[in-house]
């Protein structure tokens, strides 16, 4: 017997069953949401409604399962941006976590969380060079060209202090007798 699947305490109800790849919780949301939220979900939903493949998918009344490979704090987030929920921001303050945020927002193509990504970098947490080369990627990638050029100007302050006790691979030496 198949124990009960663990769901997300604000995400029990709905239409759409979201099971993550890599961990026990499941989201459960309704599709109506996704469809106004995600040009991805949007896509599919039209798509199998067209096949009449989405209300075929589980036992009648039982939610349309679907799959995804990101991490629960990513899609906690990711959704409760979506659905319009409170979210905490203090795991925000690490530029991983944000990078993941926005990798998962252009993926399935919820423009919000995109949004707040852009805050996100924008803020105070994410100033100074220990964030600067990676924020300029990330902001370069999405054409914010504003936070980009902030990016640039912290990169200005990275050190850059390589080892001194590994031995260069290149020598002057080496340069000349080749």
């Not at 987030?77 to 976590?97: C, E, M, N, P, V």
């Amino acid at each position: 017997m198949n124990p009960k699947p663990a769901y997300h305490p604000d995400f029990t109800h709905g239409d759409v069953e979201l099971i993550l790849a890599n961990c026990e919780t499941r989201f459960r949301l309704d599709s109506s949401t996704l469809r106004r939220t995600s040009g991805f979900f949007a896509a599919m939903f039209d798509a199998d409604s067209a096949k009449g493949e989405l209300a075929q998918v589980g036992a009648k009344g039982e939610p349309a399962h679907v799959t995804i490979d990101e991490d629960e704090h990513t899609v906690e987030a990711l959704l409760k941006i979506a659905s319009g929920l409170q979210f905490a921001l203090d795991w925000f303050h690490d530029l991983d976590a944000i990078e993941l945020l926005a990798w998962a927002a252009e993926k399935y193509e919820v423009g919000a969380a995109l949004d707040v990504v852009r805050l996100l970098l924008d803020g105070s947490a994410m100033r100074g060079p220990e964030h600067a080369l990676r924020k300029y990627a990330l902001a370069s990638h999405h054409g914010w060209h504003d936070i980009a050029q902030d990016a640039a100007r912290d990169a200005l302050d990275v050190v850059l202090d390589f080892d001194r006790t590994v031995s260069p691979i290149w020598t002057c030496a080496t340069l000349r007798a080749s």
